[in-house]
């Protein structure tokens, strides 16, 4: 366990408006498809809830979601491959006077004619500058990653790990891919979901399993034919009985 497991993000504008949660648990951004999710499964009687599947769960509860600061009005040439986008300022020091540019953009020929991307991406690649930074514990860094199973339709977010020794600025690189001529995000819109990392290389090993975890394997898929649904405390107790230093 970390002895200061807490990440700070602080920001360098003065116009940031605290009440504003510019950064919040991802937990507390809803999923627009979760009671469609638990629907189907009350009506179809299936063995499976998307919304609690394992991987998904620990997902979207893991980190923050950022959200944007301000409204952009994102028009879109598909045939020239251009972009243009609009603030609610005309002047962009009267949306936040501390940046020096709100915006930046990554050409075709820097990132898509280069990078393979998704299938219909648009060439150009939008670059959101916030007025965030983080500080974290040694040896651990801030992964930005796209809100994979939220409502975002028009664009996500690119992949990337900082480590604030390097760089601690959390600016968020959007991939856009919509076939409108123009879309907005809105303010407090989230952008993006930021996940604590350990920057460490661990080594590893590929292997046979070892006759405990075969037999682990075995009394897991016993509870998934016994249960409907298993229990997470039924997991985590079958777990420890294998696998505990303080085993009997």
């Known amino acids: 366990m970390l002895k200061n497991n807490q990440y700070e993000f602080w920001t360098i504008s003065k116009k940031v408006l605290w009440d504003d949660d510019p950064i919040v648990p991802i937990k507390d951004i809803k999923i627009s498809w979760k009671k469609d999710a638990i629907k189907n499964y009350k009506e179809s009687k299936s063995f499976g809830r998307l919304d609690i599947c394992s991987g998904i769960s620990n997902q979207t509860r893991l980190g923050w979601a950022m959200k944007s600061w301000c409204d952009f009005m994102i028009t879109l040439d598909h045939n020239k491959g251009t972009i243009q986008v609009g603030m609610p300022a005309k002047n962009p020091d009267e949306v936040m ?108 090993i590929c292997r046979e399993a070892t006759e405990t975890e075969k037999e682990y394997n075995k009394a897991v898929g016993y509870l998934f034919e016994t249960y409907k649904r298993v229990p997470k405390p039924a997991l985590k107790k079958l777990h420890s009985k294998f696998f505990s230093e303080n085993k009997e």
């Open 97 to 204: 006077p501390e940046m020096e540019a709100p915006l930046g953009f990554f050409e075709k020929e820097v990132f898509t004619d280069i990078v393979e991307t998704v299938q219909g991406t648009f060439p150009i690649l939008m670059k959101v500058h916030t007025p965030w930074r983080f500080s974290c514990p040694d040896g651990w860094g801030l992964m930005i990653a796209p809100l994979q199973y939220h409502s975002h339709k028009e664009f996500f977010a690119a992949t990337g790990i900082l480590e604030p020794e390097n760089i601690s600025e959390i600016n968020v690189i959007l991939h856009i891919r919509t076939d409108k001529k123009e879309f907005k995000i809105s303010k407090g819109q989230p952008l993006c979901h930021l996940i604590p990392v350990p920057l460490e290389n661990f080594s590893y």
